[in-house]
């Protein structure tokens, strides 16, 4: 994956053989990408590289973050529990995903009609990272780790493979996570099991 942000909108993300090609899907979406990041830059967002796409922070929190995909692009809210969406724009990754919570895009021409909407959000979510406020803790038959949690918000394909698993093999990798001290130790480790989960595999289970 990559590490240098200007690499995401000249070459793709670095996870599949269409990096650096034609066929990327950054390249099918330049000009919409590009409007997203005017925006978020704008509004003051710290540009990051994470999980190979660009991540926007803010008050040292994860705020949003970018993707390309085949039929679209879109922009994800972490947090999004908290988000209000009076415009009823925002919809779910997926039927597993709890919130709502990130603006899908089928056109390039789409973040400049929404871009007052667009920047209304991301006001918003800064104010709730501004005040330290975080949406309530869901309780779950498993204790996630948050650091889990948030790859899995940033990453749809991961987080459906992911709630495809038996309890029992979701529960190995939050064991496992949960034993180690730092969140940097677990964020490598989420990285190292991103093929047995695609796989079907428990954390313990070998490919």
Request: charge should be negative; aromatic fraction near 10%.
């Amino acid at each position: 994956m990559i590490t240098n942000i200007e690499d995401f909108f000249t070459k793709g993300c670095g996870r599949c053989a269409k990096f650096d090609t034609p066929d990327c899907t950054t390249k099918l979406w330049a000009d919409g990408i590009a409007d997203l990041r005017r925006i978020c830059l704008d509004e003051g967002l710290v540009e990051t590289v994470k999980w190979g796409h660009p991540c926007y922070m803010h008050a040292d929190r994860n705020l949003v973050i970018m993707g390309t995909f085949l039929d679209n692009f879109r922009l994800t809210f972490f947090k999004a529990a908290l988000m209000k969406d009076p415009e009823g724009i925002m919809v779910r990754q997926g039927e597993n995903t709890q919130h709502p919570d990130m603006i899908k895009f089928t056109n390039n021409a789409g973040v400049k009609a929404l871009e007052p909407t667009i920047r209304a959000y991301i006001q918003e979510a800064k104010s709730y990272a501004d005040a330290g406020i975080v949406p309530e803790k869901v309780v779950r038959e498993v204790d996630m780790p948050d650091e889990l949690l948030e790859v899995l918000d940033a990453d749809p394909e991961l987080a459906e493979a992911f709630a495809a698993l038996t309890p029992g093999r979701q529960k190995s990798y939050a064991f496992n996570l949960n034993q180690a001290k730092s969140p940097a130790t677990r964020y490598s480790r989420i990285e190292k099991f991103r093929d047995k989960i695609f796989a079907g595999k428990g954390a313990m289970e070998r490919l």
